[in-house]
């Protein structure tokens, strides 16, 4: 075709065939920009790697989401199980040190009641024999040998420092026959107490701090002693172990009437009523100089030996009292400690002592046990109010008191234990274990967690690699073919996948599909794209005297000038939305109104050839300097087939 040759005005159908599968959608704006929008198109990964991309992204995600939860519920679950753990055998522990306090506590107790029914029946049994030779009735009684027997039963109770008594029941009448029998048995009893117990002090000085009657105390006149009130019957007492003055008293306790002391006297009447041994509290120990609460156990001691007798009299009464802390103590072992006990009685009672000692007995006292040791904390429920559900409790002595012996409003003295644990004993339970195996469960899952991270490094290297390349080759493929045909494509590239792989799960695998006697060749050849274009323009450019020129050129220069003037084809073709079809040696072949429809496609492609006519010029006339002087010689042949 010769340069000026007119459009032809033949109308052509243009027919587009395509198999490739990767290629890159390119738009036509028409706009000046073009070059630099289709230049970042080209560098985008295909559409297909971006959706797996997305895909993979979210599966890290959810698996890193996982392995925190995982981790961290795994984390969890091995501190408190093990926390649990730990507080099970601290209750488990704790049950047991309750249980053998209980125990050991009541079996104290027992024993205590044992020997002192015993002493009680030695006494009366002895009585019995000396009234009957001396022809004497009680209470005109002393206990001979009385510190050496008492001192017995005090070293049978195990006590540090018990306090061991004997008292009688005077009638008003006999009062002070009573009081001339105690004027000489007393001073007797002085005489034999301390030779036995080594005092420093002689029985006549104990007599004259002896008030020598039946006799209380005046509180409101600087504790004077005074008269019981006529026609009341007393409890004196007449012998004590071991000798010693009542805590801040000058005097001695003989011949004090027990009826009105504090404490004793609801013992007594208990006592007396249901004839069997009660035990309760006293307000303060005032025999010693430690101002603690201690226990005292009343026994009454009858007229006869016979149990069996209905008609016998309680005639006289044997009661000890020590400290609490004695039956407390050596029960836990060393290494068991930090166990708190509480004591509550049922009959509290305002000490007649509390103006003078400063103590109010509100019937519930505290004890600590450290191992064999126990520590008196005071008068009231001390325990930690958090330990109230691990509470182990029981009545300390049971006495089978019927309420319905006892005169109307008499309280009954009945002993209750509590015993809880401390805050001491639970943390020695409480050891770092939890937090040592949550350790190694999390650093577990971070060393997990570390070698994902460092395999995805690596997929994800490997993977931006063959990113790198399939976005090299797609950016060659899309050069080749537009944006519609590319993406339908690649959905026949999915479905030609989908298809393979269903066949293979009914037919089953083989190495190779030319194995497979039912396989068909081409049945796996995705199916050709023709669409027809009624209304196109194809622009034909060749290098008019290209044959001439390159028989004298080398091949890289060649390669040189079909580079330049091709790629400058290329631009103006984008701009223009004209579709290169193909290049032939050194023929340019292009189209316009496909893939896309243009209404004046013949317009379009009239510019396009004269540009591209234009631009041939330029580029040779600048390629004279390196492809030599005839360069600019070459010119650009066009012809358009409508």
Known sequence: MSDDQSLASKKTNFTFFSTSSSITRRDATGSKSKDCTRQ??????????KREEANIVRAKILVALIIILAGSALGASTYFLVKDQEQTIFENQFAGYASEILTVSQQKADQLFSALDAFSNSIASQAASENALRNTTWPFYAVPDWSIKAKGLAQLTG?????????LVVKAEERDKFNEFAAQAVPKWYQESVKIERSEITAAELWQKTVPFIHIYDFQNDFQPVTPP??????PLLQVYP?????????MPPLFDLVYAPGSSTLLNVSRSIRKPVMGFTDIDIATDAATPASQIVQPIYDTVDSEAEDRTVVAFAGIRLHWLDYFKNILTDGEFGVIVVLQSACPTLNRYAESFGNFASGVVTYRIDGPNAEYLGDADLHDPRYDGMENSDVFVDLGIDESELPDGTCIPTLTLHVYPSEDLEQSFQTSKATEYTEVVVVGFVFTSLVFLLYDYFVRRRQTKVMERITRQDKIMANVFPAAIRHRLYQSQEKQQNDRSVWHSEHGDFNDDSENPDFEGDSYLPAPMADLFPSVSVVFA??????AWSSAREPQQVFVLLENIYGAFDKIAYRHSVFKVETVGDCYVSAVGLPEPVDKHVVVACKFARECKLKMKEVTLKLEVSLGPDTGDLDLRTGIHR
């Open 243 to 251: 000798l010693r003055f009542p805590r801040g008293s000058p005097l």
């Open 542 to 547: 060749d290098i008019a005297g290209f044959t």
């Open 230 to 235: 006529e026609n009341s019957q007393s409890i």
């Open 159 to 167: 006590a540090s420092d018990p306090d061991v008594a004997f008292s």
């Open 40 to 49: 970042t198109e080209l560098n985008q990964p295909p559409e297909v790697a």
